[in-house]
């Protein structure tokens, strides 16, 4: 049996095609256009909360939302979690990073570069679960991120280790489609 006549197949494609699409990283980072006023949507129970107001106010100025931040977040730990390859990882954090884990201070790619080696020989796998994360956006383009993430691995040894670690990043817009991780400083949670 027939579900769709071929007229409304064609129908259907032809109002597919007809709608807009958009071939930019930009839009697809934040589609959400900026405009003189937050919304000039009628609102049936009264004003909006000054909350909703401030919210959408910050995705016109922003390239990024607090959503996509916090998408990116993930995005960093399952690449870490998948023990990606280091070009991947070299995209998303700033050349004159600083960041600070456990290992000690690393201030540019090659140190990365390296940190990330010594990990991949000390380590056979490891996963990162996000307990906590809060974003705030305190300035146009100037993204903070606080969070608590569980690390357990597995080391080379066979022995399985696990630090709860308070995180904190500041990221900034990239220039492209991701934006880059400009301060990485990871410490014990308490």
Do not use: C
Not at 21 to 41: C, E, F, L, R, Y
Not at 99 to 114: A, L, R
Not at 153 to 165: E, F, N, P, Q
């Amino acid at each position: 049996m027939k579900l769709f006549s071929q007229t409304a197949l064609a129908l259907l494609f032809s109002a597919l095609l007809a709608l807009p699409i958009s071939g930019t990283a930009d839009a697809a980072a934040n589609p959400i256009t900026p405009t003189t006023a937050p919304s000039n949507v009628a609102v049936s129970s009264g004003a909006p909360p000054a909350a909703y107001l401030q919210t959408i106010k910050t995705l016109q100025e922003n390239k990024y939302g607090e959503n996509e931040i916090k998408s990116f977040v993930y995005q960093v730990f399952s690449l870490f979690d998948r023990h990606a390859e280091i070009s991947q990882l070299l995209l998303l954090f700033a050349e004159d990073i600083n960041m600070v884990v456990p290992e000690g201070k690393i201030t540019s790619h090659q140190e990365f570069e390296k940190w990330y080696r010594d990990i991949g020989l000390r380590y056979q796998s490891n996963a990162h679960q996000i307990e906590r994360l809060d974003v705030q956006i305190p300035a146009k383009g100037d993204y903070r991120v606080d969070l608590t993430v569980h690390w357990q691995a597995l080391g080379i040894d066979g022995k399985y280790t696990s630090h709860r670690m308070r995180q904190q990043w500041q990221i900034v817009d990239g220039g492209g489609y991701w934006p880059r991780i400009i301060s990485y400083i990871a410490e014990p949670a308490r």
